[in-house]
């Protein structure tokens, strides 16, 4: 056993006993990692009031790597983040980018992972109102594809062919297909058992955007930022499979508090 310090976000915590917790930590060296916090719960605990979900420090574990459970000897908090848990909107897409972590980071050190989780926390707290979505959509894009699920977005997933200027698979749109990981020819589209999405043009061209963090962020209204977070809603579950619910990510796709629900016409729905 080993005694590890390592940068660590806190990405879920449940009451243990009487006086301790466990908590799920993403940590930049240890990936994503389950620990025991003994008396953070007393009054005096050393943790005070650091290990709250999506707060950021240097959390020092007692590690074994055979162990499932890891002891938390402690957590010097640097960023409690407490701007995102007083808005809603940023709280709700800071929740799924966590819960993206949680269930597709493996408990392996994957820095790049580490540092989205990280900038993309940073970006929802810094980022003005209009564009919390757009921000919340492409770190979930960036997270997905740092963990090794990259969408491929410039030529057909299936056999490299160009998607623009054939019609893509149907009158002005591009086909997208999350069991495919990506987009597909006209040809590919048509062979498919159940219509895949159809992505107009400028719903393409933003999710292009979206997936590029050089990029300027694209203006969506709340129709197409639903329809965004819809789309990458799906591709993670698609990814996950049956394992378990994504309630986080459900909150955050469904949005109910700011916008009305959104109408399928912009990018219409497979199922
Ligand atoms: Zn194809």
């Known amino acids: ?14 009451r243990y006993s009487e006086s301790s917790k466990i908590v799920r930590l993403a940590t930049r060296d240890l990936g994503v990692q389950s620990a025991i916090a003994k008396g953070v719960l007393r009054p005096k605990s050393p943790f005070g009031a650091a290990l709250e979900t999506l707060s950021e420090g240097v959390a020092q574990l007692y590690h ?9 000897a402690a957590f010097d908090v640097i960023e409690l983040r407490r701007g995102l848990a007083g808005d809603l909107g940023r709280f709700a897409g800071a929740a799924a980018l966590a819960e993206v972590m949680l269930k597709m980071a493996p ?6 992972a580490y540092d989205a989780l990280t900038h993309g926390l940073d970006a929802l707290a810094a980022v003005t109102p209009d564009q919390v979505d757009a921000v919340a959509v492409r770190w979930v894009w960036l997270l997905v594809g740092v963990l090794g699920f990259a969408p491929e977005l410039d030529a057909c997933v299936r056999d490299g062919s160009p998607v623009t200027g054939n019609g893509g698979g149907g009158e002005g749109t591009i086909a997208f297909n999350a069991a495919d990981g990506g987009v597909l020819c006209g040809r590919c589209a048509g062979l498919q058992p159940s219509p895949p999405t159809r ?9 292009l955007t ?33 394992s378990g619910a994504l309630r986080a990510l459900d909150f955050w796709e469904h949005h109910a508090w700011v916008t009305p629900p959104p109408r399928p016409a912009h990018i219409s729905a497979t199922s």
């Open 1 to 14: 056993m080993t005694l590890v310090s390592t940068p660590a976000v806190v990405l879920q915590t449940h």
């Open 210 to 242: 979206l997936n590029d963090a050089g990029a300027e962020l694209p203006a969506l209204d709340a129709a197409h930022a639903a329809a965004h977070r819809r789309l990458v809603a799906r591709f993670v579950r698609h990814h996950l499979g049956e």
């Open 199 to 207: 992505l107009p043009r400028q719903a393409y061209r933003d999710l």
């Open 107 to 112: 408990a392996a050190p994957l820095a790049a």
């Open 64 to 72: 074994k790597e055979t162990r499932e459970l890891q002891t938390l």
